[in-house]
């Protein structure tokens, strides 16, 4: 029979274990500008970044069918609800809150079945700027909001550093241009304090090295939400063309 101790020791070693292989991650850096909002990854092979939903879109880490299976119930379910209910209550607060989080905490609390190895991003694009939402799920079912930008990463290290630097530079809303190149060097910021966790800051020196270290076998990619656009679908991934301009400048 398992004592609240023993119960307790599996939590510890579960959560341990999904920490050492989350740390390798690409991180993935949320940022709300001037007309929509961005998550911007670095890939080497499958995407990383999925539309949800008319104005959901989500990027995770973690083992890739963990991270495809999440993927799959969150559209699943935006599109049950918003069949069931209307488009405008498919909200990510539901997505994440209500069909999410509860199955990954089960899953992370039951010693018979195996844990979700598996840490996501949400965004949600409002009518303005102030309006954009983020959300990070943990494997556990701990969830965060947060708005104007967002970080997830391998480590809470690499969260908080990633964090703080856009917090320095974040002082209103961006625009395209100006977003683009901050969440590049915040992704360096993030991959550098998660492969070294005794460094508390990240120079930007330091982050473009970490950038074009990767830069060599991975390709940048940037899904974004459009709040102005005369395309149907305010989804797209934003063609590598359009990003060599800022590749070349961070070099």
């Given at each position: 029979?398992?004592?609240?101790?023993?119960?307790q020791e599996n939590l510890q070693q579960r959560a341990q274990y999904i920490r050492?292989?989350?740390?390798?991650?690409?991180?993935?850096?949320?940022?709300?500008?001037?007309?929509?909002?961005?998550?911007?990854?670095?890939?080497?092979?499958?995407?990383?970044?999925f539309e949800i939903y008319d104005r959901l879109i989500f990027a995770g880490i973690g083992n890739q069918s963990d991270v495809e299976t999440i993927r799959i119930a969150a559209v699943d379910f935006t599109h049950q609800e918003g069949f069931v209910r209307s488009p405008d209550d498919v909200t990510i607060q539901r997505v994440v809150g209500f069909a999410l989080s509860p199955a990954l905490k089960k899953a992370f609390g039951d010693p018979f079945t195996a844990p979700f190895?598996?840490?996501?991003?949400?965004?949600?694009?409002?009518?303005?700027?102030?309006?954009?939402?983020?959300y990070t799920l943990n494997y556990d079912g701990e969830f965060l909001q947060n708005s104007?930008?967002?970080?997830?990463?391998g480590?809470?290290?690499?969260?908080?550093?990633?964090?703080?630097?856009?917090?320095?530079?974040?002082?209103?809303?961006?625009?395209?241009?100006?977003?683009i190149p901050i969440a590049l060097t915040a992704w360096g910021i993030a991959?550098?304090?998660?492969?070294?966790?005794?460094?508390?800051?990240?120079s930007e020196s330091v982050a473009r090295d970490a950038l074009r270290e990767v830069l060599g076998d991975a390709s940048v990619e940037v899904g974004i939400l459009e709040r102005e656009t005369l395309r149907e679908n305010r989804f797209r991934l934003v063609p590598s063309e359009q990003l060599e301009p800022f590749l070349r400048r961070l070099g």
């Open positions: 029979m398992l004592t609240p101790y023993d119960f050492n292989r989350l740390q390798a991650g690409s991180p993935v850096i949320g940022i709300s500008y001037d007309n929509g909002v961005m998550l911007v990854s670095l890939r080497r092979r499958g995407r990383k970044v190895v598996f840490r996501g991003l949400f965004a949600e694009l409002g009518a303005a700027p102030d309006r954009d939402l983020f104007a930008y967002a970080v997830l990463a480590t809470a290290l690499a969260e908080e550093n990633a964090l703080d630097y856009l917090s320095q530079q974040l002082s209103g809303v961006p625009s395209f241009e100006t977003a991959r550098h304090s998660a492969t070294q966790e005794d460094e508390e800051s990240v």
